[in-house]
Structures are given as structure tokens and as C-alpha cells.
């Protein structure tokens, strides 16, 4: 594994920029050559969580988007792009991110991201079957287009987090349900990326996000693009930009166990810019690892209740939009309607609630939260 991580200060989103930044971070791991062949069919991997524009910092922001485009064909490869959305439509979230748009000026077409195969992944761990997108299947390799942002679950959202979108549609919701457990889960991310190998990593950190993310946090400015073959190296990288202990996000000490990449910054080598102006200590992240959901039999239901963390709504902020609804993947919805009238606002039943936070990712008006009972924060600590 090449743990060499490329560091390309960019200042803003002016796309001249942009696309010189792009073209120098893939010149400093080896040159376009090294990532694909001409009359290749590559397929672009933003981040598309949901249908927000551009300068909220939700999505992968058009201008690296057709920076990494403009790169590829002009390469000799056959461009196409795709991820699979929360709730929305893979075209909707696209038009309203911006990346549409971009797309149709390029003639760069939409994958399918909709329909999927199962795929039997006999080395996993975890889940030895996986239903990939049809998109990622049939191309001939994948470049993964993260957006460096933060994320209650598992603290950041990066590269590796980034390949969860190649599963499609609602799917993604079973895995939540299966595999509640946050350690299980990064396990699942993990094995996801061994099994779709993408080919190279640009991450968006120009405007990052902090704070309550992925969706509901407050734009920052990091001014930089990261570029790398290994995710790990590159999460880990990012972590170290915002003064986050790599160890504090699940999935990346499983991703070295399983010989994804490593974490470790002795074993990272990197490119490019000093990284060292670019370090954020005042980032609003958590840097604590995350609490683990207590399963447990052994742990009554009252307690359980008292020492989980849980997602809290802000009622003050909440639209009574019933996106959270919708996405709660479990079969007896955790969070519902309270009544039907026309005040009617979304309520937990928390012996329901798994723990997914799919809610808190997907509010639209930054409404929920995850907090951690007082009990729990004892016993935490």
C-alpha cells in the first residue's frame, strides 16, 4: 500500500485554481497515467449526501467536481458520476448541489446509482454478501471525490465513509439495522472499500465543515485539497488537520487491522504543501472516541435508556418536515408523529431507536443533535 498523502493548499472555489490544485495533487502521486488508461470507463464518486447548494458544504463542490472531470477526459477515459442520496433522487441531489449542471456542460452522464447486484465477498468479516450500484459494478475504476466534514456517528466523514454511498437506495438503512453496533458498522465501511478498491481519493476540504455534521454543521474555510491512494492515510490526515486523534474515529484502526491503509502518522508519507498552516486546533469536532451503543442483555432497558447516547430535536428549529421519519430504517419507526394535527411533531421512542443517527444525518433545518445522558457521560468518562 502507497501511503503517500498529497497536500495542495487551494485558497477558494475559483475554478482556474481548482483545477490547477487538482492537476498538481495528482502530479505529486505519479501523474493521471498512474489512475487510468484512455478509453476507460471511470466513474466519479462525489460526495452527495443530500440536495443542498453548493456553499452549505453538504456535497462535493462543482468546482473540484469538474476539476477531477476535465482532468479524467482530457486523459482519454469515458467520465460518468453518481452517488446514492439519503432520501432524494440521485439527479435532484445532483441539480441542486450544483454538480448537474457541471455535468450536462461536460457531457459527463449521470451512473446508475438506483438499482444494484448482490456480490459475494467471501473474505469480509462482517458481511460476506454486499448489493453494490449498478454504477460501480460495470465501471472500470473509481475515483472517490469525499467532502471533509464532521459526522455524530463516527466523528468524521471522509474517504472511507465516503463509499457508503455506493450502496444504493434504502440498503443502506439494513445495514444500520443489522449492525448497530458502531464498531460493526466501520467494519462494513471498511469492507466495502476493499471490495469497490477505489483508485484515487481527492478530498474537498477548500470549505470544510464543523459542527454538527454531516448535514446540520456550519462551514469553515480549511483552503485545501488532499489526494491520496490509501483512504486511511488520507482520513488520517484529516483528522490531523482538525486536531482529531486518528484513533477517536472508529473505522480507521479496523481499516489498518484489515490492510486497508494505515493511520499511523510515522507510516504516512506526505507531498506537497506544508501541512502545518493548515492545522485547525479551534475546529469544532468531538475528540473523544465515540460512546458505544450498550446491546447488551446484561443492561436493563431503563439503563440502557440512561447511558446511550441518543438524537435530540430541537423543536425550536424543527420544520415538521418528517424527512427523519423517512429515514429511520428500522421496521417500528423510533420517530414518529405524535398526533395528527396540524401542530404534529416527530417524537423517539428510544427503546426503538438503534442508535444510527440517520435522522441527525439527513435534517434538513439542523434540528437534531445526538447528545449523551448525564449517567452516561459518568460512565464515559
Same mark, same amino acid.
Given at each position: ?9 487551494? $485558497? ?6 481548482? !483545477?490547477?490544485?487538482?492537476? #498538481? ?12 488508461? *484512455? ?11 443530500? &440536495? ?23 486523459? &482519454? ?14 439527479? @435532484? ?7 448537474? #449542471? ?11 446509482? @438506483? ?7 467471501? $473474505?469480509? %468479516?462482517?458481511? @460476506? ?7 460501480? +459494478? ?30 444504493? &437506495? +434504502? ?28 483508485? /484515487? ?19 469553515? *474555510?480549511?483552503?485545501? /485539497? !488532499?489526494?491520496? %491512494?490509501?483512504?486511511? =492515510? ?6 490531523? /488537520? ?9 473505522? /480507521?484502526?479496523?481499516? #489498518? ?19 502545518? *498552516? ?13 460512546? #458505544? ?12 435508556? !440512561? ?14 418536515? &418528517? ?16 398526533? $395528527? ?23 434538513? =433545518? ?16
Amino acid at each position: 500500500m502507497d501511503s503517500t498523502v498529497a497536500v495542495v493548499v487551494c $485558497e477558494g472555489y475559483y475554478y482556474p485554481n481548482v !483545477l490547477n490544485a487538482v492537476k #498538481r495533487g495528482i502530479q505529486l502521486l505519479g501523474g493521471i497515467p498512474r489512475f487510468c488508461e *484512455p478509453g476507460e470507463n471511470i466513474l466519479l464518486k462525489p460526495n452527495l449526501l443530500a &440536495g443542498e447548494p453548493p456553499e452549505k458544504a453538504v456535497t462535493t463542490h462543482p468546482a473540484v467536481f469538474k476539476a477531477a472531470a476535465e482532468v479524467f477526459k482530457e486523459a &482519454g477515459a469515458r467520465v460518468s458520476y453518481g452517488d446514492s442520496p439519503g432520501l432524494s433522487s440521485p439527479l @435532484r441531489a445532483a441539480s441542486k448541489a450544483g454538480l448537474h #449542471r457541471v455535468a450536462e456542460e461536460l457531457a459527463v452522464p449521470l451512473a446508475d446509482f @438506483r438499482d444494484g447486484r448482490w456480490v459475494s465477498f467471501p $473474505e469480509a %468479516t462482517i458481511s @460476506r454478501t454486499l448489493k453494490i450500484a449498478s454504477a460501480v +459494478l460495470d465501471c472500470d475504476g473509481l475515483i472517490s471525490l469525499p467532502k471533509l466534514k464532521t459526522h455524530g456517528f463516527t466523528r468524521l466523514t471522509g474517504a472511507i465513509k465516503n463509499q457508503f454511498g455506493c450502496i444504493p &437506495g +434504502l440498503v443502506k438503512g439494513e445495514y444500520h439495522v443489522k449492525m448497530p453496533d458502531i464498531f460493526d458498522f466501520s467494519r462494513v465501511l471498511v469492507e466495502i472499500n476493499l471490495y469497490v478498491k477505489p483508485r /484515487l481519493h481527492i478530498m474537498d476540504g477548500i470549505i470544510a465543515m464543523e459542527g454538527n455534521g454531516p448535514r446540520s454543521g456550519d462551514p469553515t *474555510p480549511m483552503k485545501v /485539497l !488532499l489526494f491520496s %491512494t490509501d483512504p486511511v =492515510a488520507l482520513d488520517a490526515t484529516a483528522c490531523r /488537520l482538525i486536531h482529531l486523534d486518528p484513533a477517536h474515529v472508529p473505522y /480507521l484502526p479496523i481499516a #489498518r487491522e484489515a490492510g486497508l491503509g494505515t493511520y499511523l502518522e510515522e507510516e504516512i508519507e506526505l507531498v506537497g504543501d506544508d501541512i502545518a *498552516p493548515v492545522v485547525r486546533k479551534d475546529f469544532n469536532v468531538v475528540r473523544k472516541p465515540p460512546e #458505544r451503543f450498550v446491546t447488551s442483555e446484561s443492561f436493563p432497558t431503563f439503563l440502557k435508556k !440512561l447511558i446511550s447516547p441518543k438524537p435530540v430535536i430541537d423543536y425550536k428549529l424543527c420544520l415538521r418536515c &418528517g424527512e427523519c421519519i423517512q429515514i429511520c430504517p428500522v421496521k417500528q419507526k423510533a420517530v414518529n408523529w405524535d398526533s $395528527e394535527e396540524k401542530d404534529r411533531k416527530p417524537v423517539y421512542d428510544y427503546k426503538l431507536c438503534i442508535r444510527c443517527y440517520c435522522c441527525q444525518e439527513i435534517c434538513p =433545518a439542523r434540528a437534531i443533535s445526538v447528545k449523551v445522558p448525564l449517567l452516561g457521560r459518568v460512565i464515559h468518562r
